[in-house]
Antibody, heavy 117, light 112 residues
Framework: EVQLVESGGGLVQPGGSLRLACAAS????????MHWVRQAPGKGLVWVSY????????NYADSVRGRFTISSDNAKNTLYLQLTGLRVEDTAVYYC??????????WGQGTTVTVSS | QSALTQPASVSGSPGQSITISCTGT?????????VAWYQQYPGKAPKLMIY???KRPSGVSNRFSGSKSGNTASLTISGLQAEDEADYYC????????????FGGGTKLTVL
C-alpha cells in the first residue's frame, strides 16, 4: 500500500526549530517530486515547498523561504522539512504529499506544528 | 504567490449540478493546463479529484468534471449527493524561475 506517514510536529516557542519527517512506503521516494503543504487551523491549503527527484532542485513559498529547508534521504525513503525561525503564523497541520505528474495524488495524515509562547 | 480566488461557499440540492470557479492570473491558471482540484472532509487529508484541468484519477466519479477558460478554472459536480458535502480547493502551477504551486482559498460545498 502506498502510504506517507509524517512525524515530528509539536509545540515550539517563537524563534524555535523543528524537523518534520515523512516516511514513504509502497513506492520509491526518489522517483517522485515531493511537496509539503500546510493548513492553518480553520484555514485553507497553502503550498510550502517541493523537491525534485534529483534532490538538488527545490523551491519554497515566499512566506517560508530562508527559514525552511526541504530534503530527502533516499536510503531511508524519507522526506524532511527543517523549520527554523518559527513564527506564530507557522502554526498549522503540515502534510507531506507525493506528486505523480498528475497532481498531488498521495497525502499523509499530517503532523501538527504549534508555535506559541 | 497570491492565492487563487474561489467562492467561499456554494450549495445545491441532491441531484442538482453546481460549479465552483477558481480565478487566477496569466502567471498561473492562464499559463498552464495544470490545474488540479482537491476534496477535503473535516479533519481529513485532501483527495485529488481532477488533474490537468479536466482529467479524473482512477476511482473518482464521473460526476466530477473540470474545465478552464482563460484565467479561470471550474469544477462541476453533477447529480449532487450528500457525500459530496466537503471543502474543495483548486491548485495551479505558478510561473517563475523554478516550479511553484498556488492553491485557492477553498470552497465549502453544502448539500441542502
Amino acid at each position: 500500500e502506498v502510504q506517507l506517514v509524517e512525524s515530528g510536529g509539536g509545540l515550539v516557542q517563537p524563534g524555535g526549530s523543528l524537523r518534520l519527517a515523512c516516511a514513504a512506503s509502497g513506492f520509491t521516494l526518489r522517483n517522485h517530486w515531493m511537496h509539503w503543504v500546510r493548513q492553518a487551523p480553520g484555514k485553507g491549503l497553502v503550498w510550502v515547498s517541493y523537491i525534485e527527484t534529483d534532490g538538488s532542485t527545490t523551491n519554497y513559498a515566499d512566506s517560508v523561504r530562508g527559514r525552511f529547508t526541504i530534503s530527502s534521504d533516499n536510503a531511508k525513503n524519507t522526506l524532511y522539512l527543517q523549520l527554523t525561525g518559527l513564527r506564530v503564523e507557522d502554526t498549522a497541520v503540515y502534510y507531506c504529499v507525493r506528486d505523480a505528474n498528475q497532481g498531488m495524488d498521495v497525502w499523509g495524515q499530517g503532523t501538527t506544528v504549534t508555535v506559541s509562547s | 504567490q497570491s492565492a487563487l480566488t474561489q467562492p467561499a461557499s456554494v450549495s445545491g440540492s441532491p441531484g442538482q449540478s453546481i460549479t465552483i470557479s477558481c480565478t487566477g492570473t496569466s502567471s498561473d491558471v492562464g499559463s498552464y493546463n495544470l490545474v488540479a482540484w482537491y476534496q477535503q472532509y473535516p479533519g481529513k487529508a485532501p483527495k485529488l479529484m481532477i488533474y490537468e484541468v479536466s482529467k479524473r484519477p482512477s476511482g473518482v466519479s464521473n460526476r466530477f468534471s473540470g474545465s478552464k477558460s482563460g484565467n479561470t478554472a471550474s469544477l462541476t459536480i453533477s447529480g449532487l449527493q450528500a457525500e459530496d458535502e466537503a471543502d474543495y480547493y483548486c491548485c495551479s502551477h505558478a510561473s517563475g524561475t523554478t516550479w511553484a504551486w498556488v492553491f485557492g482559498g477553498g470552497t465549502k460545498l453544502t448539500v441542502l
